[in-house]
């Protein structure tokens, strides 16, 4: 596992982990809360970031099709929505394929590299890892042993499961509904974009941030492949994000 700091944690933290896409209101909302939790209690609101999400590790996710794990925004683009809800870091921690084996203990041993942990929030049915060693029982063990607080959350209003299968049918309509926004995506240094998304043709509009509004409208096309994800090929260059603001069953 390897972390990336955004931000600044100028003393011990009161954390929440997760995937965060696609991101709600239901997240902002809670990103409020941490936030104004952490400032009474003079601690650090940080966010940790799982990358990539553990659901698409193994390549292949059949309750989407043959296509893969469909994710709605890119990594990059999470972390400045997430900051934007005034948090004071964000902590991304990427795996390796071996990585997603490892036990809450290793998982939470990589994040206390990183900081100070004083409260670390976790959702109603969240694992950190596979069996019981991932299970909420053994983080429970690991907070009392390293004297750090654990808060269990009750779960999401909105199964993040739904949207997946609206991106993987291609019905973009309905998952903006959802969400609140178009699912964004960042120039890969490639080229190509991968999205285990459907095949087919996709209105896209050209943004300068993720943040951004407005921007030049275009069609692309997602073209399916034997090996692995549909493919893109970016449209331009000097294009930084791209907004997907329709699919092909639209």
């Keep these: 596992m390897r972390a990336t700091q955004h931000g600044r944690i100028r003393c011990a933290a009161v954390a929440v982990v997760g995937v965060w896409d696609p991101f709600l209101p239901s997240h ?12 009474s209690a003079e601690r650090s609101a940080t966010v940790v970031v799982l990358d ?8 292949f996710a059949p309750q989407y ?8 925004n890119s990594v990059g683009v999470r972390i400045r929505l997430i900051r ?13 394929r071996r990585d997603f084996e490892a036990t809450a203990a290793e998982f939470l041993d990589a994040v206390r590299s990183r900081l ?5 929030w976790l959702g ?4 950190l890892g596979p069996g019981p060693q991932g299970a909420r029982g053994a983080v429970a063990e690991y907070a009392e042993r390293h004297d750090f607080r654990l808060t269990v959350l009750p779960r999401a209003p909105v199964g993040t499961y739904d949207i997946r299968n609206l991106l993987a049918t291609g019905r973009l309509a309905e998952a903006i509904e959802i969400v609140g926004r178009p ?7 490639s080229g190509v974009l991968r999205l285990a998304w459907r095949p087919g043709r996709y209105r896209a509009v050209a943004l300068r ?3 951004s509004t407005g921007g030049a409208a275009m069609d692309v096309i997602l073209t399916a492949r034997e090996d692995g994800p549909a493919r893109l090929t970016w449209p331009d260059r000097d294009i930084a994000y791209l907004a997907f603001v329709a699919g092909p069953a639209d």
Excluded: C, K, N
Excluded at 87 to 92: G, S
């Design 183 to 189: 699912p964004t995506w960042a120039r890969p240094p």
């Design 116 to 120: 100070e942990l004083a409260e670390l």
């Design 124 to 127: 109603e049915l969240q694992l």
């Design 209 to 211: 941030s993720p943040m």
């Design 65 to 72: 099709g043959t296509h893969g794990w469909p994710v709605y």
């Design 52 to 59: 990539p999400p553990p659901g698409s590790i193994s390549g």
């Design 84 to 96: 934007g809800h005034g948090v004071d870091a964000v902590l991304r921690v990427r795996f390796r």
């Design 28 to 39: 902002a909302s809670l990103l409020e809360t941490l936030r104004e939790h952490a400032r």
